[in-house]
């Protein structure tokens, strides 16, 4: 009985400590299952501000070279091009005639419009002889009145197609483009050729808001070029818009005078030195908070301690500082050092 006792004990004392291994077992599992409590890590970065101050600034620039005068030379009456009096680079004058288109089929026609209206007015001569003797009505004459000057008229415009069947030119200056060629058929308004005029050099380019009011009527201008390095051209402005495009810039034109020996070609690149220093107020950040290229300028900018990736559009360089013409308001704190572990998003600690 007492060795029945025992035995029974022993039993009970391996169940719990089975039951306790267990349990201990199942804790165990369970903190394993429990998803990770992973600290937070910062990453260390410098920054700097984006900083408002006033800068002198000199107004110089680019532009590109417009035609000072561009012609489309069109036929004004459809037809056969029987001559064609020119090729392409040929200098034209202003009125030389460039192409004669066939007018046989406009003659026929005259020579049909000038017997009608001979016909007609020989009828008028009669009606008006028998109005006088009451052998006619006055609407009678009236009617044959009207028929021949719409046949005089009729005469006329057919004379005035044939001549401008010698198609002139419009301007002075250099063929530039050559679409038809002889011998083809060309309708009424067809392209025959297109005249550039490059007597003088006419610069296009744009004045943000600032800049325009620094502008005036007349102003002597510095034009250079990469083309011709070192040679120097006098412009004047000619043109200053009244109003500003959508990105708030205003179109302005210089006229140049273009040298004979230093030919400047429409779409050539151009500098514009106003020869006027501007006071402008502007946003500037250190070079080094550039995540981009100049072209695609981007920025990570700290709030609360997070970062945020931001496009810019960038302006002038000047001593290790870019100038920011939008993106970014002054007060802003910009990433300069650590950006290549950086994303959208990340948490940053700010090292001095």
């Known amino acids: 009985m007492k060795r029945k006792y025992i035995l029974g004990l022993i039993v009970i004392v391996l169940v719990a400590l089975i039951i306790f291994q267990l349990a201990s077992n199942k804790s165990k599992l369970d903190k394993k299952e429990q998803p990770a409590q992973d600290s937070i890590i910062r990453i260390p970065v410098k920054v700097a501000a984006v900083k408002e101050q006033q800068q002198e600034i000199n107004l110089v620039k680019t532009g590109s070279l417009a035609p000072f005068k561009e012609a489309k030379v069109l036929s004004t009456v459809g037809g056969t091009i029987q001559q064609l009096r020119f090729n392409l680079g040929d200098h034209v004058t202003e009125g030389q005639i460039l192409a004669i288109m066939d007018t046989r089929l406009m003659q026929l026609d005259l020579q049909k419009a000038q017997t009608n209206a001979a016909k007609l007015r020989r009828d008028l001569d009669t009606y008006t002889e028998l109005l006088a003797g009451e052998a006619a009505t006055q609407e009678k004459v009236n009617e044959v009145r009207q028929n ?205």
């Open 148 to 352: 021949y000057l719409d046949a005089a008229n009729q005469v006329s415009q057919i004379k005035k197609q044939i001549s401008d069947a010698a198609v002139k030119a419009p301007t002075s200056g250099t063929i530039a483009s050559k679409p038809l060629e002889q011998g083809v058929f060309a309708n009424a308004g067809a392209e025959i050729a297109t005249i550039v005029n490059l007597s003088q050099a006419k610069v296009q380019l744009n004045l943000t808001e600032t800049e325009v009011y620094q502008a005036k009527q007349g102003q002597q201008v510095k034009i250079t070029t990469d083309v011709y390095p070192g040679q120097l051209f006098i412009g004047k402005i000619t043109f200053i818009s009244p109003q500003a495009d959508e990105t708030h810039s205003y179109l302005v034109e210089i006229l140049a005078e273009n040298k004979a020996g230093s030919l400047l070609r429409s779409g050539t690149f151009v500098y514009a030195d106003f020869s006027r220093k501007t006071m402008q107020d502007i946003l500037l950040i250190p070079r080094e908070a550039l995540t981009e290229s100049i072209k695609d300028a981007s920025v990570y900018v700290v709030e609360k301690n997070v970062v945020h990736q931001k496009p810019i559009k960038t302006g002038l360089e000047m001593n290790n500082m870019i100038q920011v013409l939008s993106g970014l308001k002054a007060g802003e704190t910009v990433v300069t050092s650590g950006q290549i572990n950086l994303k959208e998003g990340t948490q940053v600690s700010i090292s001095k």
